[in-house]
């Protein structure tokens, strides 16, 4: 049986040990390899055989919870998702904790306020606090333990079980609940204490401490997913559906292949389709990033949740649900959420045996505290103090948080980013290998040039050609048509047409019975002859790559008209940043040598293979390998899919095929080359922003535990220590939504 993939919303996970243990749990399945993500709270598994059924019983059986994500269809009747109640459960739990746990604070570090019996208002308030308000860690260590498993809510339960339960102790069985009984705040506790002491302000300020963390996080994960969530929302409600002439409102999820329907100047387009009447300007920054419309007419691809700002357009629908371009670019965002990097995979194995190693130092440093005479107080507060100090939140979060938010700030700039894996391939690569037709040059035609036979007008000769050819889609046809008007030539009348496909076309204008296409068509089919001047203009063009178009009446040939490729306005400033950012661009091109380094030469790029095949394009790259490069592609077309697929980087530009898109690491919606440096820079700044929270979270532990251990930490300052460890890590990692892209500056 072949694999497939399943992907399920995981809920109960409090921190990253938990996604680790579901991630083993899954994994022992014969035949299945899973991945727990804490940030996003899914479960990517790819189950050999298995039934999806005991997939989820296996999550249930270790103590969370499993199901497959809500179809998009429906997500609407839900007023709100779990992560959503999730985040407002500990936003009442954290504030109601921190209101009881003020005055306790207070009373217990300041000695003027501490009135008689003050130790059992304090009392009165921390309970709830220790009891309530910790319940998620208390309960999420009881089901570990269960299961015989210890996490991070192991240390925090631990810590503050601990630390309220010997407040009871020195209350009830010691000296701390006489009347008269005074506390006084301090880093250290005093060798030789007695049962006087308590630890009621610890208890409650630590879960408050750890409460604020997780609601941040809670909400951190919530804002760094919001750019996917909005991607996904994007899509229209419903469409104009038209029918016999008719229009009627219809829900889009209704809407079929072969359906057309209207969108107005306005209106978003309700799914991806073609458009058969009508022409208009569309926004596709959503998609691309751009902010400039483009313009759209008959036989036009148009997709699903753009914009249309222009006239009235009906679309015949191509596409629906999931195979559209909204969720195929949703599915790509999602994918690279998800995935792990080599950094992150270390950082799971460490939490892993992270916690009974901790609870290991923390009795140790109870024993050795107790065998050196200190007391049993300074003993209990470094072994607490240890339990805190060492919760490993912020490894758990470093990369997952960089990841969401990168990846849904590529996503809001039109680069979709397909995992960290491409993340750490940006680093290393030294070399950028560009095709040239649609990626350096725009892969749209234009008229060059216009050359007249001796005697001969070019004006007409423009004029009488482009109305000829205004009844033709061809490109080269679109070009000639385009240029006319760009030059304010007014087009003459044409009585007739006709297209023979491949050749050239023929139509009456003006009364001139007017051919126009391919020199060898013209002299075979129309035996029209050609002068000096028009062999000599279509062998130049021939000789620079550009396609001659000849065209002729009354038994000779008046003109050629020259039509060529143009290089992106972009394209230049972009080869000066590779070189900025360490790559070197090689240019690959199926053109003659001519036509590519003329390109060369207008962006700047010394390193040109020309006349290549697709097989050679893919020699290319391995040649490039074998000479110890590290390649980066950038491409746009079927032929350019081998080499993407061989290249360490693979770029496809959006505006490209499925096969290259498919082939590729990194899609840039936009056609702008210079977006390709910034999907660069985006992400070597989001690998640099994983690298620094796993630094600052091992560096943190590493630094911490010893110092715990020694006893020069109170408990109180350890656990907001902790908890400001995972703030920063998430702060850090939110920085990314400041990336500001260089493209589109035109």
């Known amino acids: 049986m072949s694999s497939t993939a399943v992907e399920l919303d995981i809920g109960g996970m409090t921190c990253a040990s938990c996604a680790t243990r579901i991630e083993r749990t899954l994994n022992r399945l014969d035949g299945v390899e899973a991945t727990v993500n804490y940030a996003t709270e899914k479960a990517t598994v790819s189950a050999d055989g298995v039934d999806t059924s005991l997939l989820i019983a296996t999550v249930e059986a270790a103590g969370y919870t499993a199901a497959l994500p809500v179809p998009p269809d429906t997500m609407d009747e839900t007023p709100t998702s779990p992560a959503d109640r999730e985040t407002a459960e500990l936003r009442r739990r954290l504030f109601v904790s921190a209101a009881l746990t003020v005055p306790v604070v207070v009373l217990s570090m300041v000695p003027a306020l501490q009135f008689t019996d003050w130790q059992w208002l304090a009392l009165t308030l921390a309970t709830p606090v220790a009891v309530w308000g910790a319940w998620p860690f208390h309960r999420a260590a009881w089901v570990n333990a269960r299961h015989g498993a210890a996490t991070m809510d192991t240390l925090i339960s631990v810590g503050v079980i601990a630390a309220f339960g010997w407040s009871l102790y020195a209350l009830f069985l010691g000296d701390a609940g006489m009347p008269g009984m005074h506390m006084t705040f301090q880093l250290i506790s005093a060798p030789g204490s007695r049962s006087e002491e308590i630890y009621l302000e610890v208890a409650s300020a630590v879960t408050v401490f750890i409460l604020a963390g997780r609601y941040f996080e809670a909400r951190a994960k919530r804002e760094s997913g919001a750019a996917l969530r909005a991607l996904l929302e994007l899509g229209a409600k419903d469409a104009s559906l038209l029918r016999g002439g008719v229009e009627t409102r219809v829900p889009v ?50 997709t699903g949740a753009t914009v249309n700002v222009g006239g009235r357009l009906v679309i015949e629908v191509t596409a629906v649900g999931a195979d559209t371009e909204l969720a195929r670019l949703g599915r790509l965002v999602e ?122 007008d070019e004006a007409t000769i423009l004029a009488v050609a482009a109305a000829a050819e205004n009844g033709s889609e061809h490109p080269v046809a679109r070009a000639i048509v385009d240029g006319a008007r760009d030059r304010g030539i007014p087009l003459a009348d044409v009585e007739s047409f006709r297209s023979e496909h491949g050749l050239g076309v023929q139509a009456v204008v003006d009364g001139l019975d007017v051919a126009l296409g391919r020199a060898s068509w013209l002299a075979d089919e129309w035996a029209l002859n050609m002068p000096a001047a028009v062999v000599k203009a279509i062998r130049e063009a021939e000789g620079q790559a550009m396609t001659a178009v000849v065209i002729g009446w009354d038994g000779a040939a008046r003109g050629v008209l020259t039509v060529s490729d143009r290089v992106k306005e972009s394209s230049a400033e972009a080869i000066s940043r590779f070189r900025a950012l360490g790559l070197e661009p090689v240019l690959l091109s199926g053109d003659n040598e001519r036509a590519a380094w003329a390109v060369a030469e207008q962006v700047g790029i010394d390193d040109v293979r020309a006349g290549v095949t697709p097989q050679g394009k893919l020699d290319t790259i391995r040649r490039l390998h074998a000479d110890g490069h590290v390649v980066a592609m950038v491409g746009d077309g079927v032929n350019d899919a081998a080499a993407l697929a061989a290249a360490d980087l693979g770029i496809a530009m959006g505006a490209g095929t499925d096969a290259a898109i498919a082939a590729s690491d990194i899609t840039v919606m936009s056609g702008d080359l210079l977006a390709v440096g910034d999907a660069i820079r985006l992400s070597r700044r989001t690998l640099g922003t ?5 630094f600052w979270a091992f560096a943190y532990n590493v630094a911490a535990i010893p ?40």
């Not at 999820?253 to 569309?282: M, Q």
């Not at 110092?707 to 939110?734: D, E, K, Y």
């Open 253 to 302: 999820a209704s809407l079929v292949l072969g359906d057309r329907f209207v969108v107005r100047p306005g209106e978003k387009v309700a799914t991806d389709g073609r458009v058969v009447d009508g022409s208009s300007a569309i926004d596709l920054s959503m998609l691309t990033g751009e902010s400039v419309p483009v313009e759209v007419g008959p036989s036009d691809h148009v």
């Open 335 to 456: 994918e690279a959420q998800t995935g792990k990097a080599d950094a992150q995979r270390l950082a799971d194995r460490v939490s892993a045996i992270f916690v009974p190693v901790v609870i290991g130092v923390a009795l140790i440093a109870f024993v050795a505290w107790l065998s050196l005479g200190a007391g049993i107080e300074p003993a209990f507060s470094a072994a607490v103090a240890t339990l805190i100090i060492a919760c490993p939140c912020a490894l758990g979060l470093a990369t997952p948080t960089a990841l969401l938010v990168g990846t849904g700030r590529g996503a809001q700039l039109g680069l979709l980013i397909r995992g960290p894996q491409v993340l750490e391939q940006t680093r290393r690569i030294d070399t950028i290998v560009l095709d040239k037709t649609g990626t350096v040059t725009t892969g749209r035609m234009r008229l060059a040039g216009v050359h007249a036979a001796e005697g001969e």
């Open 707 to 746: 110092v715990a251990v020694l006893g020069l930490l109170n408990p109180l300052l350890a656990g907001a220590a902790m908890a400001l460890s995972s703030v920063f890590v998430v702060s850090n990692s939110l920085r990314l939504r400041r990336f500001r892209a260089q493209a589109n500056r035109f």
């Open 690 to 694: 994983i690298k620094g929270n796993l």
